[in-house]
């Protein structure tokens, strides 16, 4: 059993890398081997709509033909049990990288045909773990659902199972008062980050027990 996480937080010790981990932890708990790619140390680009995938007895059909730091990564993917996809939402979607990844993984696979199908070799358990800094009663009027139920139908389609963790209102800065952020209540921030932080990094950790358990 492999399990792959990826990190698409520019930071590699904060709220997004902490819940992969622990997603990790979890896997690792059951016997799987894991692995942890952070995209801001790649050197790699989105899409580049030269549609080698979808050409008709190309070398690369079914397969992203660009050739970077990424395609290590996809092609690691693949031979996979579990990817777990993880970003913060930055101005009310992932983060460059991470939709630059999922450009290059998500489109290869899908088949320009009617019903859309998926050209991905199996049916492996899949998963987007996003932080955001607003609390859940404020992402219907974000517009963030329609966001989130959109990458889990992509992910679902490829890979056959999906599912979300979301990790709301967190702490965002490590020291408030050297930022201008009076929008926020640092100190309603910190008693979150100390008693429901611990709870999604537990639903991390048992989401990876599942995934290697399956």
């Known amino acids: 059993m492999m399990i792959i996480a990826v990190n698409g937080s520019p930071r590699k010790k904060w709220n997004t890398a902490t819940l992969l981990k622990k997603v990790l932890e979890g896997a690792e708990s059951q016997g799987a081997e894991t692995e942890l790619v952070n995209l801001y140390d790649l050197n790699f680009t989105g899409c ?4 080698s995938c979808k050409t008709k007895g190309s070398k690369s059909y079914g ?5 970077d730091d990424l395609t290590p990564i996809l092609e690691r993917i ?3 049990d579990a990817v777990i996809l993880g970003s ?3 101005l009310g979607t992932v983060t460059g990288e991470m939709r630059s990844l999922m450009e290059r993984l998500i489109f290869p696979y899908l088949t320009y045909t009617d019903p859309i199908q998926s050209l991905f070799k199996k049916k492996i358990h899949s998963a987007f773990i996003y932080t955001m800094n607003i609390a859940e009663e404020q992402i219907e009027e974000y517009g963030y659902t329609t966001h989130f139920n959109t990458n889990e139908n992509y992910l679902r389609l490829i890979f056959g199972e999906a599912e979300s963790l979301f990790s709301y209102d967190t702490y965002q800065f490590k020291d408030y008062s ?3 952020a009076d929008r926020f209540d640092e100190k309603k921030k910190a008693e979150r980050r100390k008693e429901v ?4 990094c537990q639903k991390a950790f048992e989401m990876g027990a599942r995934f290697a358990q399956k």
């Open 197 to 200: 932080f611990p709870e999604d």
């Open 88 to 90: 913060p939402i930055y």
């Open 63 to 67: 397969r992203c033909a660009v050739k």
């Open 78 to 80: 693949e031979e996979a």
């Open 178 to 180: 050297k930022v201008l």
């Open 48 to 51: 580049k709509s030269c549609f």
